[in-house]
């Protein structure tokens, strides 16, 4: 059965399917009537929402007298900051950027389901596995920066050479397991949540349904701060540098 559409995904497929349907030949696929889907629509939905917000925050940066604004996003940068350095070490600081951005871009696409009109892209498991294979390439790419290739490799192999045989697979399991964890997890939490969300909604407008929009918002804040978390504990093993 066919996804129904959001206002906001009608709008792109009724003035912008040329463009879809550009992007699709780019990756090799036929074009289609209504390229958009939603998922794809409501992240570019919470890009742009980013971007703006922080668009909105850097001319009014000020070490004298910041507004409560740009307190918000303070705390949150200590908060990421300080998650970073217990996790990562004292080398955290240099991971910080895309700690924070994994975390504010799930942060944002779970919260926006709760508005009328909108859902959240994070119920979509594409947008979860495009996220943890994101941070499967990133650690990777952070293991081999700190340690070089051949010590990064090390790694798989255990602490004695005897053990690697053993090691090495499991360890490459493990690996590719990462991805589909942090995909299943992450799908769904915000699916169910999502469901629930619309169903008791559709059933009665009077308190009930706040409730459930309360526990959407501490389901969307605690599920963006475990990818965070188990984001930097990843990068973590890879960074270490063992004797």
């Known amino acids: 059965m066919p996804e129904a559409e959001l206002w ?27 390229p958009w889907a939603n998922f794809i629509v409501m992240q570019i939905l919470v890009a742009a929402i980013v971007i703006l917000v922080f668009a909105i925050l850097r001319p009014r940066l ?11 996003f ?3 940068y200590e908060f990421v900051y ?33 508005i009328p009109g909108f859902e959240s892209p994070t119920m979509n498991a594409s947008v979860p596995a495009g996220c943890a294979l994101a941070v ?22 255990g602490p004695m050479v005897i053990l690697a045989p053993l090691m090495i697979p499991i360890e490459l399991i493990s690996h590719l397991a990462r991805p589909l964890s942090l995909t299943i997890r992450l799908y769904a939490n915000m ?8 169903v008791f909604l559709g059933l ?13 918002v501490f389901v969307s804040l605690l599920q963006a701060y475990i990818f965070m978390l188990l984001t930097m504990m990843y990068v973590a093993g890879a960074v270490v540098h063992e004797h």
């Open 8 to 34: 906001i995904t009608r709008i792109f497929n009724d003035y912008l399917a040329g463009p879809g349907n550009a992007i699709l030949s780019l990756i090799g696929r036929p074009g289609e009537p209504r």
């Open 62 to 72: 000020s070490a004298d007298r910041p507004g409560k604004f740009q307190q918000t």
């Open 74 to 76: 303070e705390l949150v």
């Open 82 to 114: 300080g998650q970073a350095d217990e996790q990562v070490g004292h080398d955290g600081s240099q991971y910080v950027a895309f700690f924070g951005t994994i975390f504010i871009f799930i942060l944002f696409s779970n919260l926006i389901g709760i």
């Open 136 to 157: 499967f390439g990133y650690y990777n790419f952070a293991g081999i920066q700190a340690n070089g290739v051949g010590r990064y490799l090390a790694h798989f192999a």
């Open 191 to 198: 699916f169910a949540g999502e469901k629930v969300t619309t």
């Open 204 to 216: 009665t407008y009077f308190l009930i349904p706040a409730v459930f929009m309360g526990l959407h």
